[in-house]
């Protein structure tokens, strides 16, 4: 019986070296942050606020600086948790106004009521992989505490970074808290100006 011809399968390599590329390439997936469970309430007292998109201010600007100045921190930000994004009021060492939400170290942080730390986001399964880690601004260290409402809604959070593992003190994490119940007076002040005065009257208990 004749032997038959083996098939030439060459044409088969690069479809197979593709593949196993893609194999190689592949990571973990990273688990995006949950959503609270108020989080219709925290969305409408977040846009009430009358704060997202609007122009940069000094008291946010110095705030912001001044936390990282207090920490030691090339980064910190005032991060509101939009419904797809989260959006920075004022920032320093930053460069983006806004990331996705999926990747925001701020939307994990509003799910707990105290500061959220990250002391090296390499060796945590939240952030191993995530492009804010793995590019810039390379994202080591993180902590934010929650921006919370006169209603316990965590709108957002003031947060400090850096690109190398860090921690803070107990002194520094009190400082924190402080400095993140200023950005909320602040965020207050900011409703209170967008107001009417019959409306900032009302909002201050006022007739």
């Known amino acids: 019986m004749p032997k038959l011809p083996l098939p030439d399968c060459r044409w088969m390599r690069p479809c197979v070296q593709a593949a196993v590329s893609c194999i190689s390439d592949a990571r973990p997936p990273m688990p995006g942050p949950s959503l609270p469970g108020n989080e219709t309430a925290r969305l409408r007292a977040l846009h009430g606020l009358g704060v997202l998109d609007t122009p940069a201010e000094d008291r946010y600007d110095a705030l912001v600086q001044y936390t990282a100045d207090a920490l030691d921190m090339p980064m910190a930000a005032v991060s509101l948790v939009d419904a ?3 959006w920075f009021k004022a920032r320093v060492g930053l460069e983006p106004q806004q990331t996705p939400r999926d990747i925001s170290f701020c939307a994990h942080a509003i799910l707990g009521h105290g500061v959220l730390v990250v002391e090296d986001a390499l060796r945590d399964s939240r952030f191993a992989h995530n492009p804010l880690v793995a590019g810039p601004p390379h994202i080591r260290f993180y902590a934010g505490a929650p921006l919370r409402s006169a209603d316990g809604l965590h709108l957002g959070a ?5 690109p190398r593992p860090r921690r803070l003190s107990a002194t520094q994490l009190t ?3 402080a400095l993140a119940d200023v950005a909320v ?3 207050v002040r900011s409703q209170w100006r967008s107001m009417s005065p019959r409306r900032a009257a009302a909002g201050c208990g006022l007739r």
Request: overall charge neutral.
């Open 84 to 86: 797809e994004r989260q």
């Open 158 to 162: 003031l947060c400090v970074m850096a």
């Open 175 to 177: 400082t924190l808290r």
């Open 185 to 187: 007076w602040e965020l």
